[in-house]
């Protein structure tokens, strides 16, 4: 039940709710919950109605890309 | 689709269970490892992992079904509510077939004239109170705390806005304290917990030092194959080195410090009590009940709730299998007279209920 999904946010109201684009399906969102700014192309993970988290993009593409090169690179 | 795809590549997956076994072969003894949250358990089945661990790799499913755990005598409770006159009960729709005592459910009740509403959020009934003014509209707050920062912002919402009309019967639960009460349960012994993503992103990893603290492993983890591999091969590391940390695997839905703001939202509306769960009991400051200034948007203050005596579904070994004791296909009704048409227990019933996710992926 703890599902969240991540989407990019395409719009926010004056109400503080943001439409978010999952793959093509849209969404509508409360943003009182995130903990940090966010603003128009922000990827968020939403839970339940809200969204509760922004995703760093660049920090989750460097992860992917040392794991990357672990795998390949036989370091452990 | 972003942040999906790429935690699914194969490639990267192969090379994930490769040092997964390698490692494993490192390690003479038995290693049990128990994922703590039912999206775990729904996708470890769907993606087949438990099959692909070497023999001396050990997965099993905890108490992280927010549905499975509600007490059976909370779905009495909520089975009273939605029957009251003039009531609109909303609730998640994974909570509608779960039996109570009787056998009752919230979908049979609806079947025979209460007004029951599947919602996707809590804040869905600001807009069924505002359409509704001459009726109550009664929310089932059940969830982690995840979901419970939801909870309280409608709550919050609707005290704003002066709705008299909602509320909400509180039932939500905190994962750490039951993680607590999992490590000190001697009948278990577990060497390394995937921690779950989603409720991490608002709690952080402080919350699971008791784990380490306890000599055992601690990975927060996502929900896509890499993910749960990566998960694993963490824990199998730790255990290697004997380097006992709170690693985060899920980076790019958690924070180490969670999302304060969420937490304070909380815990403004709601204060820590002691709560039962099916399965492990009472555990001491592991639910959470509505303060005195938001009490007018208690269900449980608001209506009067006759005392129930609720008795335990016979057979069922749900208990059991949310603390990891015994596997589905220990019970004796598993797939005979309990199956997901046909549900004896909660567990049966949610497809992140451990008995489901057995059901269709073994
Ligand atoms: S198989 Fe059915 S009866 Fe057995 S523990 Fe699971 S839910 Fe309960």
Same mark, same amino acid.
Request: proline content about 6%.
């Given at each position: 039940?703890?599902?969240?999904?991540?989407?990019?946010?395409?719009?926010?109201?004056?109400?503080?709710?943001?439409?978010?684009?999952?793959?093509?399906?849209?969404?509508?969102?409360?943003?009182?919950?995130?903990?940090?700014?966010?603003?128009?192309?922000?990827?968020?993970?939403?839970?339940?109605?809200?969204?509760?988290?922004?995703?760093?993009?660049?920090?989750?593409?460097?992860?992917?890309?040392?794991?990357?090169?672990?795998?390949?690179?036989?370091?452990? | 689709?972003?942040?999906?795809?790429?935690?699914?590549?194969?490639?990267?997956?192969?090379?994930?269970?490769?040092? $997964?076994?390698?490692?494993?072969?490192?390690?003479?003894?038995?290693?049990?490892?128990?994922?703590?949250?039912?999206?775990?358990?729904?996708?470890? /089945?769907?993606?087949?992992?438990?099959?692909?661990?070497?023999?001396?790799?050990?997965?099993?499913?905890?108490?992280?079904?927010?549905?499975?755990?509600?007490?059976?005598?909370?779905?009495?409770?909520?089975?009273?509510?939605?029957?009251?006159?003039?009531? $609109?009960?909303?609730?998640? /729709?994974?909570?509608?077939?779960?039996?109570?005592?009787?056998?009752?459910?919230?979908?049979?009740?609806?079947?025979?004239?209460?007004?029951?509403?599947?919602?996707?959020?809590?804040?869905?009934?600001?807009?069924?109170?505002?359409?509704?003014?001459?009726?109550?509209?009664?929310?089932?707050?059940?969830?982690?705390?995840?979901?419970?920062?939801?909870?309280?912002? %409608?709550?919050?919402?609707?005290?704003?806005? /002066?709705?008299?009309?909602?509320?909400?019967?509180?039932?939500?639960?905190?994962?750490?304290?039951?993680?607590?009460?999992?490590?000190?349960?001697?009948?278990?012994?577990?060497?390394?917990?995937?921690?779950?993503?989603?409720?991490?992103?608002?709690?952080?990893?402080?919350?699971?030092?008791?784990?380490?603290?306890?000599?055992?492993?601690?990975?927060?983890?996502?929900?896509?194959?890499?993910?749960?591999?990566?998960? $694993?091969?963490?824990?199998?590391?730790?255990?290697?080195?004997?380097?006992? %940390?709170?690693?985060?695997?899920?980076?790019?839905?958690?924070?180490?410090?969670?999302?304060?703001?969420?937490?304070?939202?909380?815990?403004?509306?709601?204060?820590? /009590?002691?709560?039962?769960?099916?399965?492990?009991?009472?555990?001491?400051?592991?639910?959470?009940?509505?303060?005195?200034?938001?009490?007018?948007?208690?269900?449980?203050?608001?209506?009067?709730?006759?005392?129930?005596?609720?008795?335990?579904?016979?057979?069922?070994?749900?208990?059991?299998?949310?603390?990891?004791?015994?596997?589905?296909?220990?019970?004796?009704?598993?797939?005979?007279?309990? %199956?997901?048409?046909?549900?004896?227990?909660?567990?049966?019933?949610?497809?992140?209920?451990?008995?489901?996710?057995?059901?269709?992926?073994?």
């Amino acid at each position: 039940m703890c599902i969240g999904f991540p989407g990019k946010i395409v719009s926010i109201d004056q109400d503080n709710y943001a439409i978010i684009d999952i793959s093509g399906t849209r969404r509508e969102v409360c943003l009182d919950l995130i903990d940090e700014p966010v603003t128009i192309g922000d990827y968020v993970i939403s839970h339940a109605g809200y969204a509760i988290h922004r995703i760093d993009e660049e920090l989750a593409k460097d992860k992917l890309d040392l794991l990357k090169e672990l795998l390949e690179n036989e370091i452990h | 689709m972003k942040f999906i795809d790429e935690y699914r590549d194969p490639s990267l997956a192969k090379g994930l269970l490769d040092r $997964i076994v390698k490692l494993s072969k490192q390690i003479n003894e038995t290693v049990t490892i128990m994922e703590v949250c039912g999206s775990h358990t729904y996708a470890i /089945g769907r993606f087949g992992v438990r099959k692909m661990m070497p023999e001396n790799i050990r997965l099993v499913s905890g108490p992280g079904c927010p549905v499975c755990v509600t007490s059976i005598h909370d779905v009495d409770v909520a089975l009273h509510l939605a029957a009251q006159k003039n009531v $609109i009960f909303a609730t998640f /729709g994974d909570m509608l077939r779960v039996p109570g005592t009787h056998g009752n459910s919230l979908q049979k009740i609806r079947a025979a004239g209460a007004d029951i509403r599947v919602v996707a959020s809590a804040a869905d009934c600001i807009t069924l109170a505002e359409a509704n003014k001459n009726r109550e509209v009664i929310f089932m707050g059940i969830g982690f705390e995840t979901t419970t920062p939801t909870i309280a912002a %409608t709550i919050m919402a609707c005290c704003k806005k /002066g709705i008299p009309n909602f509320s909400v019967f509180s039932a939500p639960k905190l994962i750490p304290p039951a993680v607590k009460a999992l490590i000190e349960d001697p009948s278990l012994n577990i060497d390394g917990f995937l921690c779950p993503g989603h409720v991490s992103t608002i709690i952080g990893a402080n919350a699971y030092e008791i784990i380490v603290q306890a000599g055992r492993a601690a990975v927060i983890t996502g929900f896509e194959p890499v993910d749960i591999l990566e998960g $694993i091969f963490m824990i199998l590391t730790q255990i290697v080195e004997d380097k006992k %940390t709170v690693a985060i695997q899920y980076s790019r839905g958690v924070k180490p410090e969670g999302n304060p703001r969420a937490r304070e939202v909380m815990m403004s509306v709601f204060y820590p /009590g002691p709560s039962e769960w099916r399965g492990l009991g009472i555990i001491p400051e592991s639910g959470l009940a509505i303060k005195e200034t938001y009490q007018a948007f208690d269900a449980l203050k608001k209506f009067t709730v006759p005392e129930t005596h609720s008795v335990e579904i016979k057979g069922c070994c749900c208990g059991n299998i949310l603390r990891g004791v015994i596997t589905p296909n220990e019970c004796p009704l598993f797939r005979r007279t309990c %199956t997901p048409l046909n549900p004896v227990g909660p567990c049966m019933v949610s497809s992140e209920g451990t008995c489901a996710a057995y059901y269709k992926y073994h």
